[in-house]
């Protein structure tokens, strides 16, 4: 008797790829692993070899401060002027239209915000100290030493041309985006302290302590001050010594 032959069953098309995957997910996960191990290996290599020659970024704490201080220093400047302005639109320039103190305006705040990362490659790196003072302006004294040097003649190697020893280091000019960055990402805080709290407190305090830095250890540098200037000494003449004249 003939008894038919039955074909094989087709696997669906659908279950081999999703039993494919399975099989192959495990090592592509793997390799993805490895890749990004080896990413960061090569970043940190990066890092340590800046760190290597000496260079530090500024940290939070060192950016938020300075941005702090220059933004406030910029308001102290623009909140001189005595001028009223009108805000307000009009088509028919019928309505009469607001007036306002500059000093307390929203246009006052934008103009001081304008620009204020700029003033931060005003500043230079100090080595000599090694908090948040190092940034600070006017020339370092290592700096103020070298070009003394090079006005007595002496040759001075760097590894950078004479003319570029003057200019922002690495690190302020890192530290110039980081404010930038900073700005954009908190200008609601800076809003909110210009309008409503900047007689109750300072923008450090408000912006830094508060926003910013969530951890009391990153606080540290908004204590830290410059040391005050060293008084010259001065010579005082004692009884019998003679005046020439």
């Not at 290996?41 to 020659?53: F, K, M, P, R, V």
């Not at 260079?55 to 910029?74: G, H, S």
């Not at 590894?159 to 960055?181: A, F, R, S």
């Not at 005050?228 to 004249?245: F, T, V």
Request: with cysteine; proline share 4%.
């Amino acid at each position: 008797m003939y008894t038919p032959v039955h074909n094989k069953q087709e696997v669906p098309r659908q279950f081999v790829i999703d039993n494919n995957w399975k099989m192959f997910a495990p090592l592509l996960l793997i390799a993805l692993l490895v890749n990004f191990g080896s990413v960061l290996g090569t970043e940190d290599a990066h890092l340590s070899a800046e760190e290597a020659q000496g260079v530090r970024y500024a940290n939070r704490c060192e950016a938020c401060k300075i941005l702090a201080t220059e933004l406030e220093a910029r308001l102290g400047e623009t909140g001189k002027s005595h001028d009223v302005i009108e805000i307000g639109y009009s088509v028919d320039d019928v309505r009469p239209k607001k007036r306002t103190e500059y000093r307390r305006s929203e246009l006052r705040l934008l103009e001081s915000l304008e620009n204020v990362c700029d003033r931060v490659l005003e500043y230079n790196l100090h080595k000599e100290r090694t908090d948040s003072t190092r940034f600070a302006k006017g020339m370092s004294q290592t700096f103020q030493t070298l070009h003394g040097l090079v006005d007595k003649g002496v040759k001075v190697d760097l590894g950078i041309p004479y003319e570029l020893w003057d200019k922002p280091p690495v690190e302020v000019t890192q530290m110039k985006t980081q404010c930038e960055n900073m700005l954009e990402q908190y200008e609601d805080t800076i809003s909110d302290w210009y309008f409503k709290l900047q007689q109750d407190k300072t923008l450090k305090q408000h912006l830094c302590a508060d926003h910013v830095l969530k951890r009391k250890e990153e606080r540290q540098c908004l204590q830290e001050q410059l040391p005050s200037p060293k008084k010259p000494a001065i010579n005082k003449k004692k009884k019998g010594d003679n005046e020439e004249l």
